[in-house]
T-cell receptor, first 114, second 112 residues
Framework: AQSVSQHNHHVILSEAASLELGCNYSYGGTVNLFWYVQYPGQHLQLLLK??????LVKGIKGFEAEFIKSKFSFNLRKPSVQWSDTAEYFCAVNGRGGSYIPTFGRGTSLIVHP | ETGVTQTPRHLVMGMTNKKSLKCEQH?????MYWYKQSAKKPLELMFVYSLEERVENNSVPSRFSPECPNSSHLFLHLHTLQPEDSALYLCASSQDPPDTQYFGPGTRLTVL
């Protein structure tokens, strides 16, 4: 069975601070990795994803994530956050070995103070 | 964004009622999902329909019953629910199961 662990449940930052949200997963095979974001009052939407190739992937709004296979990690980063980044962030994993069961982490609530 | 729509947006029901949630996707995808989102808990996958085959989370109680008449429509039939079933129910779709999911706005369900 696959699982996803997000280490930070609540993060509070000031604008211009750097952000790193941790995500670790467990799965015995090849995975697709995702970060989704839910802005207040809006739908869950894709922030970025990794399927293969360059392990450093860039997403919308200046976010990036690095896949480190040896650590089973897919941490999300942004060098300088803005107030508009206030949202809930979810890491997700989907095994590519025939499993159709996407698994989400608990989510991290990010509040950015102006 | 109107790719995935859900109705109703809010639903209040008693424990003895029967109701249905509806989801429709306009993206041409071939997989659809139901999730339960509760406060302080991970997003919980309830059911997946992919290429007309159903995969379910075995921990979902039988009082939740999905129906997928075609690749664009998905229903969640509810009967004799419990107060702990109160949550946000999200529908999503994707082109293939391991690919990016597109979510609807959700139905906020309250069971009295």
């Amino acid at each position: 069975a696959q699982s996803v662990s997000q280490h930070n449940h609540h993060v509070i930052l000031s604008e211009a601070a750097s952000l790193e949200l941790g995500c670790n997963y467990s799965y015995g095979g090849t995975v697709n990795l995702f970060w989704y974001v839910q802005y207040p009052g809006q739908h869950l939407q894709l922030l970025l994803k990794y399927f293969s190739g360059d392990p450093l992937v860039k997403g919308i709004k200046g976010f990036e994530a690095e896949f480190i296979k040896s650590k089973f990690s897919f941490n999300l980063r942004k060098p300088s956050v803005q107030w508009s980044d206030t949202a809930e962030y979810f890491c997700a994993v989907n095994g590519r070995g025939g499993s159709y069961i996407p698994t989400f982490g608990r989510g991290t609530s990010l509040i950015v103070h102006p | 964004e109107t790719g995935v729509t859900q109705t109703p947006r809010h639903l209040v029901m008693g424990m003895t009622n029967k109701k249905s949630l509806k989801c429709e996707q306009h993206l041409g995808h071939n997989a659809m999902y139901w999730y339960k989102q509760s406060a302080k808990k991970p997003l919980e996958l309830m059911f997946v329909y992919s290429l007309e085959e159903r995969v379910e989370n075995n921990s979902v109680p039988s009082r939740f019953s999905p129906e997928c008449p075609n690749s664009s429509h998905l229903f969640l039939h509810l009967h004799t629910l419990q107060p702990e079933d109160s949550a946000l129910y999200l529908c999503a779709s994707s082109q293939d199961p391991p690919d990016t999911q597109y979510f609807g706005p959700g139905t906020r369900l309250t069971v009295l």
